[in-house]
């Protein structure tokens, strides 16, 4: 059976250019960047035009740019390096409740070592209010981290106005943001945002999964706290042999993504619009500001009844971010829904490939689906 993927936001299938960039990084190209031989030398030449790539998609320079494991690496790092890099000015960090679990758990550590976090709540729409942020912030306020784009409703969130608010408050606070979700997808930069550490993600842009990068300000570079201790790479920051092959398929695939995201927001607008006409009583939780992630409820259908009847036809779905294995999704939760609604919601995402028969289909199989009654509660 052929799949219909809608799960964009969860991962995504590698393109062939980044495959192929991989298999010659592997089996042409293998050499250890920090070996002096010329296997060797031709390693740290492509590392070097990969890593001017990635930076460039990103909006920095080279330097700025440091390839970490994973979306969730780069988070964490980010975020427990700004606390120990604010550590003379206070213990205060504020956040969104709404969060990646990359960044809510790294917050409850810091909490049982002695930390204060402050969690800013979405209104009804899933959207943080920087009112809200202009409250919280105190002169021992250390870190501000803000997601981009929530990785559940797509929503887009004031990371330049929370910069602005940081420094009319004159709190020395740092600001992380995780734009996993942002990245390719909506134009921005670091600088643009006025964010002092961006994390992205590879898997989420056709790249392979097992490799991400963590953009930090250059000026706070002597004092930032590396993640690892050891060989030198990473201009010491984050040393370990590079993973040549992961970080060819990231430059490849940030080369491959399309620069305008139009195509994936037009579908996902034909989705929305064609659904709500076949299904009077579904419900749209988020139409998304991101181009790729919405939300629907269909009320009184349990979530994870509808992602396996749908798989069952061949159509991958989510239930909320695939993080959560299960468990009610604590972003749908967090905007206040009626339980009827929270129970439904479902989180369609789309990418460069989805075309409109893949939402056709997928509103074909929920009617039908809605047609049997079966799971009806
Ligand atoms: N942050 C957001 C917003 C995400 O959507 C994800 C992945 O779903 C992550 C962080 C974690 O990224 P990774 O899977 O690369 O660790």
């Known amino acids: 059976m052929s799949v219909i993927y809608l799960d964009y936001a969860a991962t995504t299938r590698v393109c062939p250019e980044a495959a192929r960039a991989a298999l010659t990084a592997m089996t042409e190209e293998y050499g250890n960047p920090s070996s002096r031989h010329a296997l060797g030398a031709t390693a740290a030449d492509r590392l070097r035009k990969n890593r001017a790539i990635v930076a460039d998609r990103l909006g920095c320079t080279p330097e700025e740019l440091f390839f970490t ?16 890099f604010g550590r ?16 809510l758990e790294t ?3 810091l909490a049982a070592e002695g930390c204060e976090v402050t969690y800013l709540n979405p209104d009804r729409t899933g959207h943080i209010r920087v009112s809200d942020l202009e409250a919280a912030l105190r002169p021992d306020t250390v870190l501000v981290s803000m997601m981009l784009i929530n990785n559940e409703t ?9 910069a602005q608010a940081i420094r009319r408050a004159g709190a020395p606070a740092l600001l992380h943001t995780d734009a996993v979700q942002a990245f390719c997808k909506i134009p921005f930069t670091p600088t643009g945002l006025g964010a002092d550490l961006v994390a992205v993600s590879g898997h989420k842009i056709g790249a392979p999964k097992g490799i991400g990068a963590l953009y930090i300000k250059k000026h706070l570079h002597s004092r ?4 690892l201790f050891g060989g030198g790479q990473e201009a010491g920051m984050r040393p370990g042999t590079e993973p040549t092959a992961q970080i060819a398929a990231f430059a490849a695939a940030c080369l491959a ?7 994936i927001k037009h579908i996902k607008d034909y989705f929305l619009d064609s659904i709500l006409a076949a299904i009077p009583d579904l419900e749209i939780v988020s139409r998304g500001d991101a181009p790729h992630i919405c939300a629907v409820s269909l009320p009184g259908y349990p979530s994870e009844m509808l992602v396996r009847a749908l798989s069952d036809r061949g159509i991958c779905v989510s239930s909320g971010s695939a993080c959560h294995r299960g468990k009610p999704s604590h972003v749908f939760a967090a905007l206040g829904l009626p339980k009827q609604v929270l129970t439904g919601t479902l989180r369609i995402s789309f990418g460069p490939d989805s075309t409109r028969a893949d939402a056709d289909a997928l509103i074909n199989a929920l009617v039908q689906i809605k047609s049997e009654r079966i799971f009806v509660r």
Request: aromatic share 8%; net charge negative.
């Open 88 to 103: 003379h000015s206070g213990k205060h960090i504020i956040t969104t409740s709404v969060e990646h679990a990359a960044v």
């Open 107 to 109: 917050m409850k550590d």
């Open 224 to 227: 930032f706290r590396p993640l």
């Open 154 to 162: 797509g929503a887009r969130f004031p990371v330049e106005e929370a």
């Open 257 to 263: 993504y399309p620069e305008n995201t139009d195509r």
């Open 69 to 84: 494991s994973c979306g969730t690496e780069g988070d964490n790092w980010a975020i427990r390096a700004a606390v120990h």
